[in-house]
């Protein structure tokens, strides 16, 4: 499946837990929401998936975690928070460059409207 594919679908899959939902739960249940919704889209999902920092020839397992990894290509980033600091940004940005991913999401679940709380970053394109 085509990485513009798969986006949209993670986008929609996105809105319609958000407005099953609503704002106000914690980051928890929306990622397993999400990630049920995407399973029955037929896409393979994984959850809290370790990331090992590579540094020089060495890898050193520091307990970095990707929230979830959508077709061994696209990282998602699940935030319930006010506003999304740039650090969340900075975040998702280390994440795809250590996983050699083009395409990541940081989903805010905390605001009235999901569209205003997707955000798209991308890697080496």
Not at 46 to 63: C, D, H, R
Not at 100 to 118: E, S
């Amino acid at each position: 499946m085509e990485i513009e594919d798969i986006a949209k679908i993670i986008v929609d899959s996105a809105i319609k837990v958000h407005r099953t939902l609503g704002p106000g739960l914690l980051e928890s249940a929306y990622q397993q929401c999400l990630a049920y919704e995407l399973r029955k889209r037929e896409l393979r999902v994984e959850t809290e998936v370790e990331l090992p920092l590579k540094y020089e020839a060495v890898q050193i397992n520091v307990g970095y975690r990707v929230d979830m990894l959508v077709e061994n290509q696209v990282i998602i980033e699940n935030k319930t928070v006010d506003e999304l600091a740039p650090i969340y940004q900075a975040q998702l940005l280390t994440y795809l460059k250590l996983c050699d991913c083009r395409l990541g999401f940081l989903l805010n679940w905390n605001v009235p409207l999901m569209k205003n709380g997707i955000k798209r970053m991308v890697n080496k394109l």
